[in-house]
């Protein structure tokens, strides 16, 4: 089966920028598409930005412009690259991929300070 690890999250200030990382492991040739999603207390786990294994992109209106998701398939990690972050932008990221089954990496928590 297919594991996810992240890393790359932590306290930035407004207007800086940060780096996810999603490393998969496992199944590898089962995996369809990678997407990023997020979470704040008390608000619904929305997609921040999703790649297919054609390569097609998506991104959430909110992250467009300033959100860019990317792929190594040399070592088989997704990239969620953060610019211009905002307050809003504060959530637990969790990585997920699809394929036969989804999965989820273990959440990664951005903290964006004004």
């Known amino acids: 089966q297919v594991q996810l690890v992240e890393s790359g999250g932590g306290l930035v200030q407004a207007g800086g920028s940060l780096r996810l990382s999603c490393a998969a492991s496992g199944s590898i040739s089962s995996i369809n598409a990678m997407g990023w999603f997020r979470q704040a207390p008390g608000k619904q786990r929305e997609l921040v930005a999703g790649?297919?294994?054609?390569?097609?992109?998506n991104y959430a209106d909110s992250v467009k412009g300033r959100f860019t998701i990317s792929r190594d398939n040399a070592v088989n990690t997704v990239y969620l690259q953060m610019n211009s972050l905002k307050p809003e932008d504060t959530a637990v990221y969790y990585c997920n991929a699809d394929g036969g089954n989804q999965v989820w990496g273990q959440g990664t928590l951005v903290n964006v300070s004004s």
């Open positions: 790649i297919t294994s054609g390569g097609e992109i």
